[in-house]
């Protein structure tokens, strides 16, 4: 019975530890789906300045061209290298794929393709852009 009260008390007191760690948060930090404060990656997304998919030529909606720069940002953050992101529009489709990383004096660049496709035609826009020191990426050229 001794044994079965420590065992049950240790049960208990390993749970209090655990539990400590757990927190909740309320205010501006925490944001839910339904808020209408930007997600952190918008002001990256806005870093990138329209991105290559700007500069494609292609004429896209407000909705498409934020999935598109979201696309971007997802292929230059952490894609694998040759990974493509796709993405799904109104008639449009998009696919990003970077390339590997490489260092112009201390920023790391990638360069990347972003080939869009309407009514079955494809457009390939290239270029590169290079990570600041805040984490948002900033397009070369």
């Known amino acids: 019975m001794i044994l079965r009260s420590q065992g049950m008390m240790v049960s208990a007191l390993l749970l209090v530890v655990v539990l400590s760690g757990c ?10 789906i339904f808020s209408s404060k930007p997600s952190a990656s918008a002001a990256f997304i ?43 529009g109104n008639d449009v489709t998009g696919k990003v794929v970077a390339a590997a990383p490489y260092q112009v004096g201390s920023q790391n660049c990638r360069q990347y393709t972003h080939t869009l496709t309407v009514d079955g035609k494809d457009t390939v826009a290239r270029g590169a852009a290079c990570r ?10």
């Open 23 to 32: 927190t909740t948060t309320k205010g501006p930090a925490s944001r839910g």
């Open 46 to 88: 806005t870093a990138l300045q329209g991105g290559i998919v700007g500069r494609s030529g292609v004429s896209l909606s407000d909705s498409n061209k934020q999935r598109a720069l979201e696309a971007e940002y997802r292929a230059l953050e952490g894609a694998a290298v040759g990974q493509p992101v796709v993405w799904n």
């Open 132 to 141: 600041n020191e805040d984490g948002s990426w900033s397009p070369l050229g």
